[in-house]
């Protein structure tokens, strides 16, 4: 399954909101009904940290500004009022058959 | 809380072997899958290899698959990546990281441990 992101790059304002977009090349939805579509943040020089599981749910941790959303094949990672410590990238990842990663967007402050 | 800790990554030549190590702590290691991932310099994120949590079943990506074997002890709460027929592209950082359940993956990943391969 091919995971394409866009844009791939994301100059934003503090305190404004910014979304990604990602869609997978063929339906996310499992045969147990599930659909396994999770995103990750990577700041500058550490490991990746999983936000979101299961298109929706929010990591433990994880401020409430990030939510997603989506269904099928796309799916958006939306924040609400980007923050500084946001700068990173972003990485949605499916893992309903062999996992596979979106390429990445790279979020930064304009 | 849960830690991962990855080691063994180093420079070595093409061709040669290596394995790595990552150990366990602050969970019930015996009882989730666990995975390797990898990031090549710059670059974006690959998953590499799967263990169950019995070591009865492996998977692995096509870009290593007859090359890298993985596998687990849980007496030690450590799983491994034995790593063979090194090539100049298998040079990345690689991430062990804990599945929370089937399908659901990378709650919580490892540091990190740098693999150089060249001659």
């Known amino acids: 399954v091919v995971m394409t992101q866009s844009p791939l790059s994301l100059p934003v304002t503090l305190g404004q909101p910014a979304s990604i977009s990602c869609r997978s090349s063929q339906s996310l939805v499992h045969s147990d009904g599930n659909t396994y579509l999770n995103w990750f943040q990577q700041r500058p020089g550490q490991s990746p940290r999983r936000l979101i599981y299961k298109v929706s749910n929010r990591d433990s941790g994880v401020p409430d500004r990030f939510s997603g959303s989506g269904s099928g094949t796309d799916f958006t990672l939306t924040i609400s009022r980007v923050e500084a410590e946001d700068v990173g990238v972003y990485y949605c990842m499916q893992g309903t058959s062999w996992p596979t990663f979106g390429q990445g967007t790279k979020v930064e402050i304009k | 809380q849960v830690q991962l800790v990855e080691s063994g990554g180093g420079v070595v030549q093409p061709g040669t072997s290596l394995r790595l190590s990552c150990t366990a702590s602050g969970f019930t290691f015996s009882g989730f899958a666990m995975h390797w991932v990898r990031q090549a310099p710059g670059k974006g994120l690959e998953w590499v290899a799967i263990i169950s949590r019995d070591g009865s079943s492996k998977y692995y990506a096509d870009s290593v698959k007859g090359r890298f074997t993985i596998s687990r002890d849980n007496s030690k709460n450590t799983v491994y990546l034995e790593m063979n027929s090194l090539r100049a592209e298998d040079t990345a950082i690689y991430y062990c990281?804990?599945?929370?359940?089937?399908?659901?993956?990378?709650?919580?990943w490892g540091q990190g441990t740098l693999v150089t391969v060249s001659s």
């Open positions: 990281a804990k599945e929370e359940a089937p399908m659901v993956h990378g709650d919580h």
